[in-house]
């Protein structure tokens, strides 16, 4: 699995942006996509994920209701909405897969198999 993210850019707090993931290839009916973020000097986070076959989502709190995570089968890409976004949602957001994830494990970054680039994203003031 092959995992190209995108849409990352400088917004102004209140403003929104859509990230997208282009991802080749998936194989189990464990399959998900999440979004993780790391800003500097922190660990990286969970941010959201969505099972493909079912097209369950899981948000950290953080975001819940300011960010919404989508799926387009036909363009295998993975998408990750932001409004009204915030100062610290300033980070390199990475798009990850995995074949073997359950509910449990969603917001684990461990369990995650492949990792695209990241694509940064920075929020003023």
């Known amino acids: 699995v092959q995992l190209v993210e995108s849409g990352g850019g400088l917004v102004q707090a209140g403003g929104s942006l859509r990230l997208s993931c282009a991802a080749s290839?998936?194989?189990?009916?464990?399959?998900?996509v999440g979004w993780f973020r790391q800003a500097p000097g922190e660990e990286r986070e969970f941010v959201a994920a969505?099972?493909?076959?079912?097209?369950?989502?899981y948000y950290a709190d953080s975001v819940k209701g300011r960010f919404t995570i989508s799926r387009d089968n036909a363009k295998n890409t993975v998408y990750l909405q932001m409004n009204s976004m915030k100062p610290e949602d300033t980070a390199l957001y990475y798009c990850a897969a995995g074949n073997r994830l359950i509910t449990s494990t969603m917001t684990w970054a461990a369990q995650y198999d492949y990792w695209g680039q990241g694509t940064l994203v920075t929020v003023s003031s």
């Open positions: 969505i099972r493909w076959s079912s097209r369950t989502t």
């Open positions: 290839g998936r194989t189990s009916s464990n399959y998900a």
